[in-house]
Nanobody, 124 residues
Framework: QVQLVESGGGLVQAGGSLRLSCAASGRTFSSVAMGWFRQAPGKRREFVATINWTGVNTYYADSVKGRFTISRDNAKNTVYLQMNNLKPEDTALYYC?????????????????WGQGTQVTVSS
């Protein structure tokens, strides 16, 4: 089991940037894929980005492609989400999640560990 703690959320104006971090504890972090998801009020949780266990392969939702970058540092047990050119529709609670597999996946059912979330609010 991997324990996850997100940080880095906040209030930013449209066009601004934020970098989210997710610190993981547990010996399996470096051997599993990681993902970021988000949930806006009144909406379902949605996939944002995923990265495989080595950090070589990544995949993004169309809505964030070209603006967000997921990365990981296995030596620090941390995964990041760099968010640029933020839009009001990016406002949500952002969750970090650890997959039960090594490869990238967008299906929430593959993710067995979740953080508590960090709030991102983008003002227009």
């Amino acid at each position: 089991q991997v324990q996850l703690v997100e940080s880095g959320g906040g209030l930013v104006q449209a066009g601004g940037s934020l970098r989210l971090s997710c610190a993981a504890s547990g010996r399996t972090f470096s051997s599993v894929a990681m993902g970021w998801f988000r949930q806006a009020p009144g909406k379902r949780r949605e996939f944002v980005a995923t990265i495989n266990w080595t950090g070589v392969n990544t995949y993004y939702a169309d809505s964030v492609k070209g603006r967000f970058t997921i990365s990981r540092d296995n030596a620090k047990n941390t995964v990041y989400l760099q968010m640029n050119n933020l839009k009001p529709e990016d406002t949500a609670l952002y969750y970090c999640a650890a997959s039960q597999a090594m490869g990238i996946t967008i299906a929430t059912s593959y993710y067995g560990s979740w953080g508590q979330g960090t709030q991102v609010t983008v003002s227009s």
